[in-house]
């Protein structure tokens, strides 16, 4: 059973663009959600995460929107850089549960196009 | 910035071979985790740590992996016999408490022939 759903697989923006990534969750207990990045041959790097006491929250170009009654979140990356260029997993945690585990999603590989 | 340290990068055995990654996490940290990350998905919890105690490794196929984190502070994941199964990517992460974010390092990459 995948409990975070991830789309688009991939996508492809033009520089300056934005980029949006959307994510759908099925646990209600879940209650933090990050949005990692990853470039090749690298670990994940946190990039943003948010608790769903909040609608959103914005750093920098990186914004996530949180829809609690829908169970979804994204991530919109503003004026997109060839830099951004990556894979971007959005995760979920339980923090109330008895382990810690994130739950990721699937991925989306994201190529900006300068 | 202070980084989640593992060695070695990449590892090459063949099955039937015992394998074993090392991890440092970020000085001061308590929760390490190890996660695995099959190419093209999200990572995969195995085992999480807090100090040297198991929290949780309902998702560690225990007949042939083992963890430990002896001094609460590096850990090691063993596996023992190797499968072809096995070849992925081998990710440990650390945060300072159970509800602070996890820091990932770059990971161990392995290949059973």
């Known amino acids: 059973q995948q409990q975070v759903k991830q789309s688009p697989q991939s996508l492809i923006v033009q520089k300056g663009g934005i980029s949006i990534i959307n994510c759908a969750y099925e646990?209600?207990?879940?209650?933090?959600f990050p949005w990692y990045q990853q470039f090749p041959g690298k670990g994940p790097a946190l990039l943003i995460a948010?608790?769903?006491?909040?609608s959103e929250k914005k750093e920098g170009r990186f914004t996530i929107s949180f829809n609690k009654s829908a169970k979804q979140f994204s991530l919109h990356i503003m004026d997109s850089q060839p830099g951004d260029s990556a894979t971007y997993f959005c995760?979920?945690?339980?923090?109330?549960?008895?382990?810690?585990?994130?739950?990721f999603g699937k991925g989306t590989h994201l190529i900006i196009q300068p | 910035e202070a980084e989640v340290a593992q060695s070695p990068r990449y590892k090459i055995t063949e099955k039937s071979q015992a394998v074993a990654f090392w991890c440092d996490p970020i000085?001061?940290?308590?929760?390490l985790y190890w996660y695995r990350q099959i190419l093209g998905q999200g990572p995969e919890l195995l085992v999480q740590?807090?100090?040297?105690?198991?929290?949780?490794d309902s998702q560690l196929p225990k007949d042939r992996f083992s963890a430990e984190r002896l001094k609460g502070v590096d850990s090691t994941l063993k596996i023992q016999p190797a499968e072809l199964g096995d070849s992925a990517m081998y990710l440990c992460?650390?945060?300072?408490?159970?509800?602070?974010?996890?820091?990932f390092g770059d990971g161990t990459r392995l290949s059973i022939l």
């Open positions: 646990n209600t207990a879940f209650d933090y």
């Open positions: 948010i608790r769903p006491d909040v």
């Open positions: 740590f807090q100090d040297e105690s198991v929290v949780d």
């Open positions: 995760a979920a945690l339980n923090s109330g549960g008895g382990a810690d585990g994130l739950t």
């Open positions: 000085s001061g940290h308590a929760t």
């Open positions: 992460a650390s945060s300072r408490d159970r509800d602070q974010p996890q820091h």
